[in-house]
């Protein structure tokens, strides 16, 4: 069936009610609210990628949002991401301005696009050209000012292009006055031009869209600046908060806080050790993500979960796993014939694609797991400092990798286990070893790392003794890596009670300073 919306813009008309605008609109913000509690960005959000039932009559119509084609995780740290994959017309003016480590608010803009659309008729930003495009958002809702919008100045197109100084605006020009005055006494207005805010940053995420007057029933939907303050000022100062308790409640649902107490694998340790050094050496050799081995050996944990291990297709079923992550993860994933060959054709590729079958089946297709990685990345990006200290976070990345080969990964539960490379990560490279704001997002104390931190010490520490361990100091003996894998771990001394002096009299410290002020 034709979309509603696309003939609206042929006969450049309105297709639908008020009340059936509401309805598909919160329909759109509440998938939006469940993607991105997930850390996930459609990134190509338009018409023409709404699906609508009509099966339950035109006042229940269902909304589907589809084409994931281009869909990625919100990772952490940010990932560059090409910034020509959203629609012109519905393409924020950040992504217009170079931007390339953008955030879920790309879709919060093109959803504000769809909302104006569903009452206009027609799209509300059209040209063919950016730097059109970029006229138009400005001439409606006001130039961008860099004092307010903090990135601004740091865009790639920020000097190349000089706009007139367009005051902030309320769209009144741009749509039929009896249109504007609907819009603005049912609350859609205020909702539009919250969603339509030149800085990401203060676009009013999903789930707190959920909450505006605009979809209180008409009777009650005046316009009330006061609840748009409110709600404005609920808006998270980091999204990274939210992102990880999303992350330790899959990671209680997924039952990895439980799996340390199963036993979850026969494969003996030194197998392990091999596998994963294998595996890392083709994620480096690959350019695969980062995230990719450690979602590769989630898989292989969980399918080994109360399995007996035959160890002679335990690098066939390896390397599946990489094959099912890189197929999740990467842009260009990698291939069969890869994976054979990095096997010594020890396995055929018509192996690899039976042994993908048989592990999805037996994960029962749930692959969006929880990684040390997830929870490590996004505590690094939180806390203040660590986000630009490119030392910290090579040293954590080398530290979670190394979990991954001994009893510290399949021990502990992700979370504790990245928050214990965080912080062994900060001790190592004499830094604060537990700054406040990773208790904050984490929900640990220090003395809960105490184990994790502990056992993964002595695993760095027979990583470098240990000759058939051979790739992953390697991998990280680099300056891309700022040298972490040559670090000499046996010549670093550093005590745990002391550590937890160093955190009291810090906060000591603080207490007073605060008691001053």
């Excluded at 924020?92 to 170079?98: D, F, Q, T």
């Excluded at 190349?160 to 249109?179: Q, R, T, Y």
């Excluded at 031009?193 to 007057?213: E, F, G, I, Q």
């Excluded at 002679?312 to 890189?326: D, F, N, P, R, V």
Aim: with cysteine; net charge negative.
């Amino acid at each position: 069936m034709r979309d509603q919306l696309d003939i609206a813009r042929a006969k450049r008309t309105r297709a639908f009610t008020l009340t059936q605008i509401k309805s598909l609109f919160k329909q759109l913000i509440s998938g939006l609210s469940g993607l991105h509690a997930h850390g996930i960005i459609h990134r190509n959000l338009k018409p023409m990628h709404l699906l609508l039932d009509y099966s339950h009559g035109p006042d229940r119509i269902t909304l589907k949002i589809s084409d994931f084609a281009l869909v990625r995780t919100s990772s952490f740290p940010t990932k560059d991401f090409t910034p020509d994959q959203v629609t012109l017309w519905y393409r924020p003016p950040e992504i217009l301005m170079g931007e390339r480590k953008y955030t879920t608010s790309v879709d919060l803009w093109s959803a504000g696009c769809i909302l104006a659309e569903l009452f206009h008729g027609m799209a509300l930003f059209r040209d063919k050209s950016e730097i059109g495009i970029l006229f138009k958002i400005f001439k409606a809702v006001g130039s961008p000012d860099a004092a307010l919008w903090k990135r601004l100045s740091s865009l790639p197109n920020y000097n190349s292009i000089v706009f007139p100084d367009w005051p902030v605006g309320n769209l009144s020009g741009v749509f039929n006055e009896k249109c504007y005055q609907e819009m603005t006494s049912s609350g859609c207005m205020d909702l539009l031009l919250n969603l339509l805010s030149n800085d990401p940053t203060n676009r009013l995420p999903a789930k707190l869209s959920l909450r505006h007057y605009f979809f209180k029933p008409s009777s009650s939907s005046s316009a009330s600046p006061l609840q748009t303050a409110a709600l404005l000022s609920a808006i998270p100062e980091n999204p990274l908060v939210g992102y990880h308790n999303v992350m330790r409640q899959e990671e209680a649902i997924c039952g990895l806080a439980m799996m340390k107490d199963k036993n979850i694998s026969h494969v003996k340790f030194h197998h392990r050790e091999i596998l994963v050094d294998w595996l890392i050496e083709i994620v480096d050799v690959f350019e695969l993500s980062d995230r990719t081995g450690h979602l590769a050996m989630a898989y292989l944990d969980r399918y080994y979960m109360n399995r007996q291990v035959d160890v002679k297709k335990l690098q066939l079923i390896g390397a599946t796993c990489l094959l099912i992550a890189s197929k999740c993860e990467d842009i260009q994933f990698i291939g069969t014939k890869d994976l054979a060959f990095c096997g010594d054709n020890t396995y055929k590729i018509r192996d690899i694609v039976e042994m993908e079958r048989k592990i999805l089946t037996s994960l029962e297709f749930e692959i969006s797991i929880p990684t040390t990685y997830d929870f490590m990345s996004a505590q690094i990006d939180f806390v203040d400092d660590l986000g630009s200290d490119e030392v910290v976070k090579s040293m954590a990345g080398f530290l979670s990798e190394i979990a991954l080969q001994g009893q510290t990964h399949i021990s502990f539960e992700p979370s504790l286990v990245a928050t214990g490379v965080t912080s062994l990560a900060l001790i190592l490279c004499d830094k604060h070893p537990f700054p406040i704001k990773l208790q904050h997002i984490s929900g640990y104390g220090f003395l809960d790392l105490k184990d994790v931190i502990e056992q993964l010490w002595q695993e760095s520490l027979r990583l470098q003794t240990y000759t058939n361990i051979e790739f992953l100091s390697k991998r990280w003996k680099k300056k891309e890596h700022n040298w972490v894998g040559g670090w000499e771990f046996h010549t670093i001394q550093w005590d745990w009670d002391e550590q937890v002096t160093k955190i009291i009299l810090i906060e000591q410290e603080v207490t007073a300073k605060g008691s001053l002020t």
